[in-house]
């Protein structure tokens, strides 16, 4: 299996790539940001308790989205492998991940971090806010404070996965396709 994190701030252009990289190399794409806005939107239980973190840009608490994720991964027995957009965020979600792949004999094969400076990331997120009807993509003080979450809370992850040699960060500035080529030079090299 070949299994990927894609990584980096808010804004970076995990999503963008992901749509790429899932027809190129036939994984299933797993961004917990967009499950948790679905349960959102049909108002589910887990919805709901998320809903509230979403709005001030914190993060879901870890036994809510790893359970959450859990159950996203073993609905896909047939997968190949798979993309992790948005997930994990945390030192404790990382480790469960590891734990649950390892339990299906397999593990992440590489975290690719999109590199984008924060003033970059701030104006990219406030132009999606115009179309994607995102709450949280539309009032710079909480785009910030993703930002702060993602540097306090996330950045770990990277050092978590380096240990084992598994971490890569790629500039994450320019055309898309330029972008995309740069992820596929460093998936083709894991
Ligand atoms: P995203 O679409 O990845 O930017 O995520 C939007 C929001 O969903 C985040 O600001 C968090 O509130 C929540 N979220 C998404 N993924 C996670 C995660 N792995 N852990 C905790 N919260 C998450």
């Known amino acids: ?9 808010p ?4 999503g963008t790539q992901a749509a790429g990289l899932i027809d190129k190399y036939q994984l299933v794409h797993i961004s917990t940001g967009d499950l948790f806005r679905y349960e959102m939107g049909n108002n589910t239980p887990l919805g709901l308790k998320a809903k509230a973190y979403m709005a ?3 993060l879901v608490p870890d036994e809510v989205t790893i359970g959450m ?3 996203k991964v073993e609905a896909h027995p047939e997968a190949s492998g798979f993309i992790f957009d948005g997930f994990p965020r945390t030192i404790p979600q990382a480790e469960a991940l590891d734990q649950l792949l390892a339990g299906m004999n397999t593990g992440i094969s590489g975290l690719i971090a999109l590199e984008v400076d924060e003033e970059e990331i701030v104006k ?6 115009e179309s994607s009807g995102r709450p949280d993509d539309n009032d710079e003080a ?10 306090n809370e996330t950045s770990p992850v990277f ?4 240990a084992s040699g598994k971490s890569h960060s790629i500039p994450g500035v320019g055309s898309v396709a330029d972008i995309f080529d740069r992820l596929c030079a460093t998936i083709d090299g894991l």
């Open 69 to 71: 994720l859990r159950n």
């Open 56 to 58: 001030e840009g914190r």
């Open 1 to 9: 299996m070949t299994n990927l994190i894609l990584f980096g701030p």
């Open 159 to 162: 050092d978590f996965y380096a």
């Open 11 to 14: 804004g970076s252009g995990k």
């Open 142 to 151: 909480i785009i910030r404070k993703r930002i702060d979450v993602y540097k």
């Open 124 to 129: 990219r997120i406030l132009k999606r806010g």
